[in-house]
Structure formats: structure tokens, C-alpha cells
């Protein structure tokens, strides 16, 4: 078990901030993470889990253990003629699976093509992109328990995945290490191509029979225009989730601002793009120290080079307040805070 002591997490997250933590730790077997909870449980720390560092926020020095999953391997466990089963150990690098999969032709997955990140963390939040959410494809995952030390599994019901949503951010949360995801791919895929803009990036190129790698580099494309590039500015991705909010409410802002995109959200509930409501507040390219709201996605908050976390929430407090105070409609972080 190979622990470090006060290690910078700069390289290990994409905000780019520079936090220390007081113990570190790779893994790269269930036996050293079990290693790791040994150690942690004995000096009574907290445990902060990290996959690829995409999706979190750090404000402060970590006073515990940042545990660093690492383990790989993919392999198929089930063939028939139309499904490929593959189960994908948590450290491997999300995208790499997804071209991993487009490469072989099992299609299910290319929507989610070039998303940070790796696939331990993928059902956190249940990554969706270009109309395609993870739960989509998901068979099961398994997760080694904290607290008893035992390897649990859980499918699909069991995850009760949402829009950005799972059990592991609701009533699992801090409970569970993620081992390893299991995914169903199809083998004679049929490629979704209703998100709009997949449909502008094809019909440009003059592609009309789309192949599920097609779909792949136009998702890739798409991201590539407008999403910064965490190795050149800062970020984590989209900082908020899009709210959801009550029809009736939705079509009394419609009346007040026509041009409001909306979308078809769960239970009823109608998706306003947290983006726009940002822009329509005057954050979009706005730059305030060294961070602001970037000037092709509002809803992607950066750092220039010397933000602090700190800084980086108190910005993100001003652009839900004006949000709030302009539309009524409260927005939520989609970055978990640490
Ligand atoms: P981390 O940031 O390391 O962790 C995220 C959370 O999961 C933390 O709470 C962490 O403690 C926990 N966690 C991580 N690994 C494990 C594990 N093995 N077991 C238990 N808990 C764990 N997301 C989307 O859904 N759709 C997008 O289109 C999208 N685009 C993005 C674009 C950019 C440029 C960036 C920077 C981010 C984007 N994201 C998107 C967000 C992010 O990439 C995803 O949420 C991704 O799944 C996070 O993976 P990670 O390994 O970096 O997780
Ligand atoms: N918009 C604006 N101004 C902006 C940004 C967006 O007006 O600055 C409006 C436009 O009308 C646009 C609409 O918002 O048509 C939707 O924008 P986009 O297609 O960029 O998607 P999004 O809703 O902003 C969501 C996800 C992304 C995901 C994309 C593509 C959330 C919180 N974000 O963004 O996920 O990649 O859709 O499916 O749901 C992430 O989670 O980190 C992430 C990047």
C-alpha cells in the first residue's frame, strides 16, 4: 500500500486548482483499496474518492485521504447476436471505452463520446449527452461497501437514475466505492440522431446513412467547438443542471421571453437550459478576476489560470442569485463541492 503524504491535487482535477491533501493514495486492486479503508478507518479520516477529477470543485485543503481509483481492464462477459455485455473496471478513462466500443461497431454509447473522466464515476451522476443518458445502456455495476466491506451489486432499478441523478448522490451517497460498470452494446446498432445539432454537424459533412462512428466524431466535433478544453482553461463542465421547472410556469416565462428554449423534462416537468437563463442575465463572456462564465457556454464556469475555489463559488452564488431574481427559477450546481 503505497500511501504519500501532503500531495498537491492540481494534476487531479480540472478546474486546475492547486489543494493539498493531507494522504494519498493510487489503487489499482480491490485489495489495496481495502488497504486504504484500513487505514483511514483506523485514523478516523475522511475519504475523498477520486476517478478523473472532472467533475468536482475543491475549496479547500482536504484534512483526510484522496483515493485515487485506478483499476483497469475491460472484458466481454456475454455475446449473443445482437448484445455485447462488457464490464469496465472504474479507473479506465471513460472516452477510451467509448472508442473502444465504436472501434468494435457495438453501438449504444457514441452519443457519450469525449466526456471526461472515468468509468467508476459515469453512473455518479448518470452522464448523459446528445440525447443519450448512461442509464441507457447500464446492466449492472458493482461497488464495494464502506462500511461492511463487502462487494455489492446493483442494476438498473437499483441505481435509480435520474437527469443527473443516481442512488450513489441520494440515499448511497458516501456509502459505496465503484469497482466496476456493466454495459449492454448492440451489435447491430441503430444510431440516435435527434439532438439537433448532430443533425446540422451531419447534414453539413453531406452524410445521410450516419454509422454509429460517425455519430462519434460529429459529437466530438460539436463538444470540440464549443466545451473549453479542460488542458487549456479550467472547468468542469456544465456547473449547473439544467432546472427543471412546472409547465404552467414554463409557458407564463414563454409569454415574457418567446425566444426560451424548452425541453420535455421528467415527471411532467419542463427543462429550461440553465446556458440561456445565464446568458439572458449578461454572465456569458463576462470575466470576473480569474474566473467568469465562458464566452461559448454560459453554463461552463472557468478558471484563467489563478482562480481559487473559493472564488470560483462565490461567482457561481452571483450568477444563481441573478438567475433567481430575473426568472424566479433556482439553479443547481452540478459540480460536487469539496
Ligand atoms: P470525478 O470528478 O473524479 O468524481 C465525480 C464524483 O464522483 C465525486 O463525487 C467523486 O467522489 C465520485 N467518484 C468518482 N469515482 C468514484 C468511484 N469509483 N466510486 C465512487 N465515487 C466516485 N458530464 C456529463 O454528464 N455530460 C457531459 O456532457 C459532460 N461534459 C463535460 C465536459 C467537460 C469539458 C468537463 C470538464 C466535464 C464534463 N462532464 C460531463 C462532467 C464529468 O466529466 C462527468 O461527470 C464524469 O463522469 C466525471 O468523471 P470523473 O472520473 O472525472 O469524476
Ligand atoms: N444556451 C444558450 N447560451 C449558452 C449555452 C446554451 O442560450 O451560453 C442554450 C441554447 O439555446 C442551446 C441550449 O442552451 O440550444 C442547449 O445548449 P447545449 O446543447 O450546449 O446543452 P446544455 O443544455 O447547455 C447539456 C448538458 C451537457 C451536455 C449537453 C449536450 C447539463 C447540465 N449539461 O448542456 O453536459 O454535454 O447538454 O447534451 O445537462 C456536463 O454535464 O458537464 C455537460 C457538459
Known sequence: ?????????????????????????????????????????????????????????????????????????????????????????????WHSLVLFCVENGWGGIENLSLIPGCVGAAPMQNIGAYGVELKDVFVSLEALNKKTGVVESFDRNACDFGYRWSYFKGVGKDKYIILNVTLSLAKKPTVNIHYGAIMETLSLQGITQPTIKDVSNAVIAIRSSKLPDPKKIGNAGSFFKNPEIPANKALQLKEIYPNMPTYPGQNGLTKIPAGWLIEQCGWKGKIIGQTGCHKDQALVIVNYGHATGVEIVEHAHQVQRSVKEKFGIEIEPEVNLV
Open 1 to 93: 500500500m503505497n500511501i504519500q503524504e501532503n500531495v498537491d491535487l492540481l494534476p487531479y482535477n480540472t478546474f486546475g486548482l492547486s489543494y493539498f491533501t493531507k494522504y494519498f493514495s493510487e489503487v489499482s486492486s480491490l485489495e489495496e483499496i481495502k488497504n486504504v479503508l484500513n487505514f483511514v478507518r483506523e485514523r478516523k479520516l475522511d475519504l475523498l474518492i477520486l476517478g478523473g477529477g472532472s467533475n468536482i470543485l475543491l475549496t479547500k485543503d482536504f484534512d483526510g485521504l484522496a483515493i485515487k481509483v485506478c483499476l483497469q481492464g475491460k472484458e466481454i462477459i456475454e455475446e449473443n447476436e445482437e448484445h455485447v455485455i462488457v464490464k469496465a473496471s472504474a479507473g479506465e478513462l
